[in-house]
């Protein structure tokens, strides 16, 4: 029997949808509208909500004070970087487990999957120790190379959900057809894996674009992401409630611009297996 | 062209023996059915000669040439999937060409052989489209499309009908048959579906636990079952079998009688017995009769038209010319 949904219980469930919608985006929104005031309306009691005087100054001062390009395009590189490494290791690896699973391949993914279990600073000092003996501290090779490590068993995991949905026997049909390893590949696998692939990048850039504890303790001036550009503003002495918000607002602004457009793949890379 | 022959293959996964020892060769231009009962190695078979399973032990020769080293590519082979396989990402007139494709033929002799192919399985209209917008039907029609424009040397069907619902399947049975008597080409098709085998098979195979049990044509093999495994699987309904005194009579540990070599009688007969369960399919019914004294439940096929209730007692002369017999073995005694 089809359930029936009255007028009244869809309206309900369209409020409570806003609601905690909005709850969600809340912080954001309320980044965004202190950026443009200033730092005395800020923290006024009661706040002010949408009637003060916008303006643009502490995007100024943020500017004139710290070097954003710098910051946005070592996030650029840490998160693009680490991505792109991550692929590359990731989707062999994803690919052999999907397609040629050994008796191992469920012990292995759950033993990755377990490293994300461990708490990060727990391996804070040893992993510092290294960067210092190879000389990888504020470094945005080592940073990327640590993002990368990071987020890689996730990245494993998602492409291998993925790829096991595709059919082995469309596999097989193609070699019947005459489709060499390459051509199988490249006709076959990659087009279907697709969107696969694409969510998993997405879903990594966002990740490691936000990522703090690593760039943050790994980092000093030179290989300093966007994390580290906003922390430089959370400082304990002054006013700088504007000015912290106006540095977030230009740090999640590229990421946040990027999401909004990927939303549809993203949402479908997520729930895929799910939701079929 | 297109002579198929095993000599000694076997095939095992780790300890468990799939296919002993077997032997068969399916001459060129013959529609070679293999039936059995799930799990009885019939599509491991089909998978070895595609070459999509690699033989543990044997020989596989195409038109001659030893094949069980070569690629699935490389065989000239073609295979319509149970679940089609369609390539979902491209268009039918993609599905259709891509072997083509594959081979390196030219754009235009790619179109006018998928043109071609389209025509003759009524797929003109939906070259545009994708897998996901055609029916059941229509899928595995680009799934054969797919097959025939290659011109293979066999074609490999397994259990190709097994989604479709009944009509389609009638239908479709129909369409691969006038496409084995147009093309001529060697025919290898996978089946638990006796009817299936019956109806479109010059050589049936029947397959049990990776033995084969028996080779032939499908009424060598519905008048001569080599064994009782044979004798019951092939014919529907199944043929009664009768241990006991009565196959005593006729010097066997069992004799065989199909549902139709029973004559039915309200009067006078051989055996007697109380109906149970009648299946009215319009031109036939079929009793189930019980209290037979026989040990069995005794299926009969009568004419649409005789009618008996539940409970009625009749009678039944089996005909003696078309008996089967059986020895303790479940071998046929000629």
Known sequence: MARSVTIQRKSLNTLIAWIIGLLLFFPILWTILTSFKTEAQAIADPPVWFFFDWTLENYRVVQERSNYSRFLWNSIIIAGGSTILGMIIAIPAAWSMAFVPSNRTKDILLWMLSTKMLPAVGVLYPIYLIFIQLGLLDTRIGLTIVLMLINLPIMVWMLYTYFKEIPGEILEAARMDGAGLKEEILYVLTPMAIPGIASTVLLNIILAWNEAFWTLNLTAARAAPLTAFIASYSSPEGLFYAKLSAASTMAIAPILILGWFSQKQLVRGLTFGAVK | ?334
């Open chain 2, 1 to 334: 062209m297109g002579q198929i022959v095993l000599e000694k293959v076997t095939k095992s996964f780790g300890d468990v023996t799939v296919i002993p020892p077997l032997d068969l060769t399916i001459e060129d231009g013959e529609f070679a059915v293999f039936v059995g009962p799930s799990g009885c190695g019939k599509s491991t078979l089909l998978r070895l000669i595609a070459g999509l399973e690699d033989v543990s032990s044997g020989e596989i020769r195409i038109d001659g040439k030893e094949s069980a080293s070569i690629p699935p590519a490389k065989r000239g082979l073609a295979m319509v999937f149970q679940s089609y396989a369609l390539y979902p990402h491209m268009t039918v007139r993609k599905n259709i060409a891509f072997p083509l494709r594959m081979a390196g033929l030219d754009k235009a002799e790619q179109d006018r052989r998928v043109e071609q192919a389209a025509a003759v399985l009524n797929l003109t209209d939906y070259l545009e489209r994708r897998p996901g917008q055609l029916s059941g039907g229509q899928r595995q029609r680009v799934a054969i499309g797919r097959a025939i424009v290659r011109e293979p040397a066999a074609f490999l069907f397994d259990e190709p009908l097994s989604n479709l619902d009944a009509a389609l399947r009638v239908g479709m049975r129909l369409e691969i048959s006038e496409l084995h008597n147009r093309l001529k080409t060697t025919m290898i098709y996978v089946t638990h579906d006796q009817v299936e085998a019956m109806t479109m098979a010059d050589k049936i195979v029947v397959l049990r636990a990776g033995h084969i049990e028996q080779v032939g044509s499908p009424l060598e093999l519905y008048k001569a079952p080599r064994n009782l495994f044979v004798a019951g699987f092939i014919g529907s309904p199944k043929m009664n079998l009768i241990e006991g005194a009565e196959a005593a009579k006729h010097n066997a540990k069992t004799i065989g009688i199909r549902p139709e070599h029973i004559s039915i009688s309200a009067t006078e007969g051989r055996w007697s017995g109380v109906v149970g369960v009648s299946e009215h399919l319009g031109s036939d019914t079929f009793f189930h009769v019980q209290e037979t004294g026989l040990g069995e439940t005794l299926t009969v096929r009568a004419d649409g038209e005789v009618n008996f209730r539940h409970g009625d007692r009749i009678f039944l002369t089996p005909r003696d010319d078309v008996m089967h017999r059986f020895d303790d073995k479940g071998l046929r005694i000629a």
